[in-house]
């Protein structure tokens, strides 16, 4: 069965430190991987989505980045956080094929001071 | 934006069927209606989806309309674990698509 791993499970960063979240699946070949983020009270806005290694579409201009360095490992980073930032981030996977509904992880609660 | 409309919250007793309505108006002829949950600070949860014919499987049952402007998830037999926030997505299926939430349905199951 497939599985999605994220971590950390919560992080509280300072305005201007650098920031990594890493998610990975397991049981699955070529996904396609979504980072999400949730701010308090609100829906989901789609961030970044990969449909391969190294192809990256980002759907929101900001001062984050998303990399894919390996088929199931998906890491979304900054370089210097914003207080806008602070979020529940959430990694998805969806199959190639018709029908692929997603699957998320657990979710990083970030806390930017 | 999101091309779906649903009410902000719901209540319903335990052990009765609980309908959640979505409208999507303008619903494209290839674009499909999903629906997730949340509960409270864990990811979101696929529970079923639809084109055209109603959907059933062992979480719930997808009635949508002849019309597709409109559907409702039932959720069988409320149990206290299925308070959740209950999201209606219509998106198109494919390679790559992206999901857009809007604030969804806060379902509240009673005892």
């Known amino acids: 069965s497939q599985t999605i791993h994220q971590w950390p499970a919560t992080l509280v960063q300072p305005v201007g430190s650098p920031l990594s979240l890493e998610c990975t699946v397991e049981?699955?070949?070529?996904?396609?991987l979504y980072w999400y983020r949730q701010a308090a009270g609100r829906g989901l806005q789609l961030l970044f989505y990969s449909v391969g290694i190294g192809q990256i579409s980002s759907e929101v201009p900001q001062n984050l980045s998303a990399s894919r360095p390996q088929d199931r490992q998906f890491i979304l980073s900054s370089k210097k956080l914003l207080l806008s930032d602070s979020g529940f981030y959430l990694c998805?996977?969806?199959?190639?094929?018709?029908?692929?509904?997603?699957?998320f992880g657990p979710g990083t609660r970030l806390t930017v001071l | 934006d999101a091309k779906t409309t649903q009410p902000p919250s719901m209540d319903c007793a335990e052990g009765r069927a609980a309908n959640l309505p979505c409208n999507h108006s303008t619903i494209s002829g290839n674009e499909y209606v999903y629906w997730y949950r949340q509960i409270h600070s864990q990811g979101p949860q696929y529970i079923i989806h639809?084109?055209?014919n109603n959907e059933t499987n062992e979480m719930a049952s997808l009635i949508i309309t002849e019309d597709r402007k409109s559907s409702t998830l039932i959720l069988p037999h409320a149990t206290l674990r299925d308070t959740a926030v209950y999201y209606c997505i219509v998106r198109v299926d494919g390679y790559g698509q992206n999901f857009v939430f809007g604030p969804g349905t806060r379902l509240s199951v009673l005892p």
């Open positions: 639809g084109l055209k």
């Open positions: 998805a996977w969806s199959g190639q094929g018709a029908y692929n509904e997603q699957f």
């Open positions: 049981g699955t070949s070529n996904p396609n």
